[in-house]
């Protein structure tokens, strides 16, 4: 009972300077978000720009995003495989377990355009900033989600922008699976570009929710890529399950080698 008396007030200590970090990061994050929205975002509401321009102000915005995670609470990161990343625009699918992981795509893919949820543009200031970069944004509950994503996903895919996709539609738990969503397939066979499957384990650094759970390496790996020609060989639902697979191994592999 003494030792635990004794332990407990530095354990103690430890989560609140852990958690002073955290709320340093945010505060950070909250300070440069506003002003990137007063410097750049709301001129840009009223001189139109190409889409490159738009892309590189979000790539600069994630990147400070990246680096002060890494420089205030630690999360650094480590990337495998982008020598196998095609030259033509194609459909990056991954898994989603962080608020982390919307940022580090943007530095490690391509130019691209994003599939997300339309709920996020009411977020306020990352919304709006979040609206100028074009993406995709689909209501998940419309029957009409996935006519939306062939078709303007044609149209940036024909424009030579890459698509990040997670078919997870949800940031999911280490360990934790769901069924995919079969449009970003469809839309690989329709448009006949390449897949590009990658993992991670942000959500074991950065799980869902406000608080950070731990400094550490955060583990990205490009799995395989999937080309036109061997995508042909599956129906939609079967080269959706595939891709399912192969992420949820590839995912806890590297859930499993944290742990170990």
Request: charged content about 20%; overall charge positive.
């Amino acid at each position: 009972m003494l030792y635990v008396t004794l332990i407990h007030p530095k354990i103690s200590v430890q989560i609140m300077l852990w958690r002073l970090r955290i709320l340093c990061f945010y505060s950070v994050i909250c300070t440069f978000t506003l002003a990137f929205f007063i410097i750049f975002c709301l001129p840009l509401t009223i001189i139109k720009v190409k889409y490159s321009t738009k892309y590189r102000l979000a790539k600069f915005f994630s990147e400070v995003f990246i680096t002060s995670a890494e420089f205030i609470c630690g999360l650094k990161y480590d990337v495998e495989g982008m020598d196998m990343l095609p030259r033509q625009a194609s459909i990056a699918i991954g898994n989603h377990q962080s608020f982390w992981d919307n940022f580090i795509v943007q530095i490690i893919i391509p130019e691209h355009s994003w599939i997300i949820k339309r709920q996020l543009f009411k977020m306020p200031l990352f919304g709006w900033a979040l609206k100028m970069a074009e993406p995709i944004a689909v209501d998940r509950t419309a029957s009409l989600s996935v006519k939306q994503i062939l078709r303007e996903g044609q149209k940036k895919l024909e424009k030579g922008q890459w698509l990040i996709i997670f078919p997870e539609s949800t940031r999911l738990l280490p360990g934790q699976t769901a069924k995919f969503k079969p449009s970003a397939t469809k839309l690989a066979q329709i448009s006949k570009v390449p897949i590009v499957l990658f993992v991670h384990n942000a959500g074991v650094f950065w799980p869902k929710g406000f608080w950070i759970k731990k400094p550490g390496t955060i583990k990205i790996k490009f799995l395989e890529v999937i080309y036109p020609e061997q995508a042909a060989s599956y129906d939609v639902r079967g080269l959706t399950e595939h891709i399912e697979q192969l992420i949820n191994n590839g995912k806890q592999v590297l859930h499993e080698n944290e742990i170990t």
